[in-house]
């Protein structure tokens, strides 16, 4: 079974969720946790160990100046903007091009080939007995997300239960993130803003046909209006996690709330078993 | 000789206001030095996501300019300027595109790169 933890924007405490869900499951059985927010990955911070690493590359278009005529087409052609037809040779800016491979198909001189270049890395570490942890690292100023996501999601492989930590928002690299997964926790805090994200997430998961509970964070106890929108669009509220020092204290020093505080082992073994079930996901 | 210098603007006129960014500027207006005249084109990539100075830099060579002038221009949009040996020049604050080009000629802009 594949989960995804996902939410509308970043900071409302989405990667806490994924690695305490992580955690606990690891004390009973085989879990792998999928850091997908590779532009940003921080559930290694949680699982300090020594990591396997292994390069992410994207297919790049090299030019060959004998056979390049300067026609233009290659460059017309590119909507990202990764290319620069000059009058004397071709101008080519790795960190933009989506390797979509179209320069070399609309080259009328055959004049493009490729060549495989690093844009990140994914690493994979054993933290504890239960626990693999896969962490896509995407490299600073790239922009093909969805390939780091790709890779790390490639390397849990078919890994019985595997729990993913998306991106914030509804980018690409979010959709190839939520794509094939049984089920989405979106994590959302009940402020009016906090909604307005969650919308837009629910939609993309709707649109996915992903089934989907809530769980709503650094709750003041006042939550009608998370709690009317969860009804409205039909999402079950999975889980409450209140503001508190406490917790805050935990996460501050980069804790796990589940190890660290009473009572949180139970909620996110109650957390999954509530989603596996009011998702209508069979285990 | 003619020379073509293209400044970025607001509008499609000479009248219109310089435009201080590159890539994201409304309009590009082509400045015909000899035969007096200006040609304007609309930025396509003024909205566009991401990638759009070396686009930018594309549409100026494709209309033969040799010469730029702009507030400023990002890093992809600086190497492709440099590479293509356009002449890019600062034109800071405000004014027309006509002022702009009129400073151009009398060489008081500063190199931009
Ligand atoms: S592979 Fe695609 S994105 Fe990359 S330079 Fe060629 S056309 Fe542009
Ligand atoms: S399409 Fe081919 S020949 Fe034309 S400019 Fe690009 S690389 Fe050169």
């Known amino acids: 079974m594949k989960i995804v933890v996902a939410s509308g924007k970043g900071g ?55 056979l390049c005529t300067q026609c233009g087409a290659c460059g017309k052609f590119c909507r990202y903007g990764a290319i620069t037809v000059l009058r004397d040779r071709v101008l080519f800016f790795a960190e933009l091009c989506h390797s979509c491979g179209g320069c070399r198909i609309v080259c009328p001189e055959g004049a493009v080939t490729e ?46 239960l595997i729990i993913q930590d998306a991106s914030p928002g509804v980018a690409c690299a979010v959709i190839e993130t939520i794509t ?101 996901v069979k285990e | 000789m003619s020379l073509i210098v293209c400044i970025t603007a607001d509008g499609p006129d000479s009248g219109a206001q310089v435009q201080p960014r590159f890539g994201r500027a409304p309009y590009f207006v082509f400045a015909d030095t000899e035969k007096g005249t200006f040609e304007a084109v609309k930025n396509p990539f003024a909205d566009a996501q991401g990638g759009v100075g070396p686009r930018a830099v594309q549409t100026v060579l494709d209309h033969g300019a040799t010469a730029l002038v702009t507030g400023q221009v990002g890093g992809n949009a600086a190497s492709a ?33």
């Open chain 1, 180 to 280: 094939g997964c049984d089920l989405c926790i979106l994590v959302t805090e009940s402020t009016p803003s906090g909604l307005h994200d969650l919308a837009l997430a629910v939609e993309a998961v709707r649109m996915l046909s992903i089934p989907a509970g809530v769980v709503i964070n650094r709750s003041d106890g006042r939550d009608e209006v998370a709690t009317a929108f969860c009804r409205e669009h039909d999402l079950p509220v999975l889980m409450t996690i209140p503001f508190g020092r406490e917790i805050a204290a935990v996460q501050n020093r980069g804790g796990l709330v589940a190890r660290d505080l009473p009572g949180f082992t139970e909620k996110f073994s109650a957390l999954y078993a509530d989603a596996v079930r009011l998702c209508g």
């Open chain 1, 115 to 160: 060549t495989g270049r690093a844009i990140g890395k994914v690493s994979t570490a054993h933290p504890l007995p239960g626990l693999t942890l896969v962490s896509g690292f995407l490299n600073e100023g790239e922009v093909q997300a969805p390939g780091v996501v790709r890779a790390a999601r490639a390397a849990a492989g078919e890994h019985p």
């Open chain 2, 81 to 113: 300027i440099q590479a293509s040996g356009i002449r890019a020049c600062a034109f800071k604050g405000q004014g027309t595109v006509s002022a702009a080009l009129a400073a151009f000629l009398a060489g008081e802009l500063p190199s931009l790169l």
């Open chain 1, 12 to 66: 409302t405490g989405k990667t806490m969720v994924a690695a305490n869900l992580g955690y606990v499951l690891s004390r009973d059985r085989e879990v792998a946790l999928v850091d997908c927010d590779v532009e940003e990955p921080n559930l290694h911070l949680f699982f300090p160990a020594e990591t396997v690493d292994e390069a992410v590359t994207a297919e790049n278009p090299v030019f060959d100046p004998a």
